[in-house]
């Protein structure tokens, strides 16, 4: 067994430690104290909803709650100009709401609201998309993740003191809380991610699968076919070969794509299938505590058995290198 805590938690922790770096400075009760205000004063917010200044800030519902402030972020930016239109309306009263005023008023408070938005934006986006069926499946996590990140250091201009914090931020919760060798491994044997023309072959995959391998199939001999049987996925020979190209993997799940494709090779299959069946949600789904799943992991060190598969993997990575430079 494998310990994994549920992705929706690992990304509220990832978001709320970013809104507590101190460049954001509160930001999110700022923004709060100017929806409270809205919200509780039915005259200013029909002067905010005049059709002139464009559209209001209604928040769509969320399934995750916590994420719902940040949603609330994104849209009181969109109505920047709405909020700058209402406070210099003529109809405006001068005394009522003069902090939030002030806020609106603040060239410093929009640009930390703009950053924030684009720090944590694409992690929001990144849940929604893991919280719909086709997509909340373990093959997606790893590679998913390695967008979130890209997007963030594009949102922030590719300037490396603006990302670097917030990239540090999410490295330390995926380290410490949702990394495990079933990403890497649900990585490798998605269809989608593999064949792709970015896909990442680096030690760490490689190693994540065999942890897997070793973990999840006890059978020496069982091991042993499924070694062998890697050669012909990685480099998408026989049943692989038509079913690696695009048309035959996309919209459709990477467990199905295994079900439907791979009956030649029946040991890969079965780990294939099992491994892509587990979800987003992990062991915290069943409300196991990580003291007792930490018991039931295999806590030491690499064997010398492991060692001789990581051996004859890392021969099936030299041919799937080897394949794709091609």
């Given at each position: 067994m494998f310990w994994s805590v549920s992705i929706s938690h690992c990304f509220e922790l990832m978001v709320v430690e970013i809104e507590k770096m101190d460049s954001f400075g509160g930001i999110l009760d700022k923004v709060n104290n100017i929806t409270e205000f809205l919200y509780n004063n039915p005259l200013v917010w029909e002067l905010f909803k005049d059709p002139s200044h464009g559209n209001d800030m209604t928040v769509s519902s969320s399934e995750f709650v916590f994420a719902t402030p940040y949603l609330t972020l994104e849209n009181v930016f969109k109505a920047k100009n709405n909020l700058a239109a209402m406070f210099a309306s003529s109809d405006w009263n001068k005394e009522e709401g003069t902090s939030i005023s002030k806020f609106v008023k603040d060239p410093s408070f929009w640009e930390s609201v703009q950053r924030l938005v684009k720090s944590t934006s694409p992690l929001i986006r990144g849940l929604c998309l893991f919280s719909t069926a086709n997509n909340q499946h373990i093959g997606y996590i790893y590679d998913t993740m390695d967008g979130i990140k890209e997007s963030i250091a594009k949102e922030l201009s590719n300037e490396e003191r603006c990302y670097k914090p917030v990239w540090d931020v999410i490295?330390?919760?995926?380290?410490?809380?949702?990394?495990?060798?079933?990403?890497?491994?649900?990585?490798?044997?998605?269809?989608?991610?593999?064949?792709?023309?970015?896909?990442?072959?680096?030690?760490?995959?490689?190693?994540?699968?065999?942890?897997?391998?070793?973990?999840?199939?006890?059978?020496?001999?069982?091991?042993?076919?499924?070694?062998?049987?890697?050669?012909?996925?990685?480099?998408?020979?026989?049943?692989?070969?038509?079913?690696?190209?695009?048309?035959?993997?996309?919209?459709?799940?990477?467990?199905?794509?295994?079900?439907?494709?791979?009956?030649?090779?029946?040991?890969?299959?079965?780990?294939?299938?099992?491994?892509?069946?587990?979800?987003?949600?992990?062991?915290?789904?069943?409300?196991?505590?990580?003291?007792?799943?930490?018991?039931?992991?295999?806590?030491?060190?690499?064997?010398?058995?492991?060692?001789?598969?990581?051996?004859?993997?890392?021969?099936?990575?030299?041919?799937?290198?080897?394949?794709?430079?091609?």
């Amino acid at each position: 067994m494998f310990w994994s805590v549920s992705i929706s938690h690992c990304f509220e922790l990832m978001v709320v430690e970013i809104e507590k770096m101190d460049s954001f400075g509160g930001i999110l009760d700022k923004v709060n104290n100017i929806t409270e205000f809205l919200y509780n004063n039915p005259l200013v917010w029909e002067l905010f909803k005049d059709p002139s200044h464009g559209n209001d800030m209604t928040v769509s519902s969320s399934e995750f709650v916590f994420a719902t402030p940040y949603l609330t972020l994104e849209n009181v930016f969109k109505a920047k100009n709405n909020l700058a239109a209402m406070f210099a309306s003529s109809d405006w009263n001068k005394e009522e709401g003069t902090s939030i005023s002030k806020f609106v008023k603040d060239p410093s408070f929009w640009e930390s609201v703009q950053r924030l938005v684009k720090s944590t934006s694409p992690l929001i986006r990144g849940l929604c998309l893991f919280s719909t069926a086709n997509n909340q499946h373990i093959g997606y996590i790893y590679d998913t993740m390695d967008g979130i990140k890209e997007s963030i250091a594009k949102e922030l201009s590719n300037e490396e003191r603006c990302y670097k914090p917030v990239w540090d931020v999410i490295d330390d919760v995926w380290n410490k809380h949702l990394h495990s060798p079933l990403h890497v491994t649900g990585y490798f044997l998605n269809p989608a991610a593999f064949y792709s023309t970015d896909f990442s072959s680096d030690p760490e995959v490689t190693t994540g699968f065999v942890s897997s391998l070793v973990h999840m199939v006890k059978e020496c001999h069982v091991q042993a076919k499924i070694s062998a049987q890697l050669k012909m996925y990685t480099l998408g020979q026989g049943c692989f070969d038509k079913a690696s190209q695009a048309d035959k993997i996309t919209d459709i799940a990477p467990a199905e794509w295994w079900a439907q494709k791979a009956s030649q090779h029946p040991e890969l299959q079965s780990f294939a299938i099992k491994i892509l069946s587990q979800t987003c949600e992990g062991a915290s789904k069943y409300k196991l505590k990580r003291s007792v799943a930490e018991k039931l992991l295999l806590t030491r060190g690499m064997s010398r058995f492991e060692e001789q598969h990581l051996e004859e993997f890392d021969k099936c990575g030299h041919w799937m290198r080897e394949d794709k430079s091609k």
